[in-house]
C-alpha cells in the first residue's frame, strides 16, 4: 500500500494554478500504474487530481500535481527511472493531432519545428526550442516556469521525444545525444538502455541532439495527404485554445521562456502577446494577479528548482533567473526562503 502525499504548503500562487497539461498523460500513466499493479486511482487523489479525468481526452490538469504524481510514484517505489519508463508506453497516436503532424512530416526538420508550432496543443507549461547547427542540432525542452521536483516529468517528455525520432527515422546507426539537468540517477542503466550510451545528466538544459545531416532525410513512414490533414487540424485547435487560454498561464510562459535569454518586463511580454502594455495590465488585474508577482513567483520557483534539483554553479542560476549579479540572487533568496543559496543547498544534500 502506497501513500502518495504533495510536499508541505503550496508557495507558487497563481503560478501553479494555471499551468496545466493535456490529460493523454494520466490516461497512460493509469494503464502503465496497473500493468504495474500500483494503486493509480489514490496516487491521483493524493495530489488532487480525479481518476476520472484520466478518460476525458479534452481535459487538462494543474501541471504541477501531474508532475508530483509521477515524482511520488518514483519515490515511492525506489525508482528514479520511472518517468522514462512511462514513456516507453506511449504509442503514435496516443498524443492526438501533434503526434499525427511530427511522425507524417516530410522531413525530421519539418517534424522539430512542427513540434515546436503546436506544442501548446499537448501543454502551455513548457517551452521548446529547435537550434540548427553545424555539426549538431538540439531539440531543447525548456523546464515550466513553475513548481517544484519535475525531473520524472523532464524524463518522460524526453523518451517519449527520443523514441518517436527513432521510429521516425528507422535508422539505428544514427548518434543521437541526450541531455538532462537532472542529478546523476541511481537506475543508470536504465536510463541508458532507453536513451543509449550518449545520455550525460547535469547538463545546462534538457535537449536531444541529432547530427544535423540527417534533419533533411525524407521520414520513410510519413504520409503527404494524413500530414497535410493533421497540420490544419492542428493550426484549428491551436487558434481555439490560444483564445480561451487565460491571460495568467500565456504571461508565464513568456516569462520563463524569457528568463534564460536575460530579464523581461510588462512591455515586452505585451508584445510578445500580441496586446498594449494597458491591455496587459487590465487583464492581469481581472485575474487577481500583476506582472510584478507573476515575474516574482515565476523566478521563486525556478530558483526552488535549480538550487534544490540541479548541480549548477550559482552564477549559472543567477544568470537563468534573469539576474545579471550572484548578489541579487543571494539577496531573493533569502526573501524567498530565509536562506542564501548555498544554505538552501546544503539543508538538501542532508536530507
Not at 521510429?167 to 541508458?192: G, H, N, T, Y
Amino acid at each position: 500500500m502506497f501513500t502518495f502525499i504533495l510536499p508541505s504548503g503550496d508557495p507558487v500562487g497563481v503560478v501553479a494554478g494555471n499551468i496545466r497539461i493535456s490529460a493523454w498523460v494520466l490516461s497512460t500513466l493509469e494503464a502503465f500504474m496497473r500493468d504495474l499493479g500500483l494503486d493509480y486511482p489514490a496516487a491521483a487523489r493524493a495530489v488532487g487530481i480525479d481518476p476520472a479525468v484520466a478518460r476525458d481526452r479534452e481535459a487538462r490538469v494543474p501541471l504541477r500535481r501531474a508532475a508530483q504524481l509521477l515524482e511520488n510514484v518514483a519515490h515511492q517505489t525506489g525508482n528514479d527511472a520511472f518517468g522514462a519508463q512511462l514513456g516507453e508506453a506511449f504509442r503514435i497516436g496516443t498524443v492526438g493531432t501533434l503526434d499525427y503532424v511530427i511522425t507524417n512530416a516530410p522531413t525530421l526538420r519539418d517534424a522539430f519545428n512542427d513540434y515546436v508550432r503546436f506544442l501548446g496543443l499537448v501543454t502551455d507549461g513548457f517551452e521548446a526550442d529547435f537550434v540548427e547547427q553545424a555539426r549538431f542540432s538540439y531539440f531543447v525542452t525548456h523546464l515550466p516556469a513553475s513548481f517544484g521536483p519535475r525531473a520524472q516529468l523532464v524524463d518522460l517528455r524526453t523518451s517519449v521525444r527520443l523514441i518517436r525520432i527513432r521510429q521516425m527515422l528507422r535508422d539505428p546507426s544514427i548518434p543521437i545525444v541526450v541531455e538532462l539537468q537532472r542529478k546523476r540517477p541511481k537506475c543508470i542503466a536504465e536510463f541508458k538502455r532507453i536513451f543509449g550510451p550518449r545520455v550525460r545528466f547535469e547538463q545546462r538544459q534538457n535537449r536531444i541532439g541529432i547530427p544535423t545531416a540527417a534533419l533533411d532525410r525524407k521520414l520513410p513512414a510519413a504520409d503527404p495527404l494524413l500530414y497535410h490533414v493533421a497540420v490544419e487540424a492542428a493550426e484549428r485547435a491551436l487558434a481555439e485554445l490560444r483564445r480561451t487560454t487565460d491571460t495568467p498561464a500565456q504571461v508565464i510562459s513568456v516569462i520563463g521562456a524569457a528568463l534564460t535569454h536575460g530579464t523581461i518586463d510588462m512591455a515586452a511580454a505585451a508584445k510578445e502577446l500580441g496586446m498594449s502594455p494597458h491591455g496587459l495590465r487590465s487583464s492581469l488585474r481581472q485575474s487577481g494577479t500583476n506582472f510584478r508577482d507573476l515575474l516574482d513567483d515565476t523566478r521563486r520557483i525556478m530558483a526552488d528548482h535549480y538550487i534544490r534539483e540541479t548541480s549548477l554553479p550559482m552564477t549559472e542560476i543567477a544568470f537563468l533567473l534573469g539576474f545579471s549579479e550572484l548578489s541579487a540572487l543571494s539577496r531573493v533568496t533569502r526573501r524567498w526562503f530565509g536562506q542564501t543559496p548555498r544554505e538552501l543547498r546544503k539543508r538538501v544534500s542532508r536530507a
